[in-house]
């Protein structure tokens, strides 16, 4: 089940024109929720696919990062315009570290 509701998130937060998903209205609190959902979710897969020796090396000191920003925009169009909407600030992401 979270995987649906995951899905319906990143869904709608990418098509900005999506008014309904599988049958149900999206109201502006979904998408909005959605969206900095979505904003966070991209960030973390940046800092997990990054090629580091240690997983505290898993930061980048701004989002307008070069190596960042070309992964983003590649695999994320929507995000910058998304993260300025949802004010989004890197020290909303947390990443766990396994031990």
Excluded: C
């Excluded at 900005?16 to 979710?41: C, H, P, W």
């Amino acid at each position: 089940m979270q995987q649906r509701a995951q899905l319906r998130e990143t869904v709608t937060a990418r098509m900005e024109f999506l008014t309904s998903y599988n049958g149900m209205k999206i109201s502006k609190s979904d998408r909005a929720d959605a969206e900095r959902l979505y904003v966070q979710y991209a960030y973390k897969e940046y800092l997990t696919q990054m090629k580091v020796d240690n997983k505290e090396q898993r930061v980048i000191s701004s989002i307008e990062d070069e190596d960042f920003a070309k992964y983003i925009l590649e695999h994320h169009p929507r995000w910058y315009d998304l993260a300025h909407k949802t004010e989004f600030q890197l020290t909303d992401v947390n990443i766990k570290t396994e031990k």
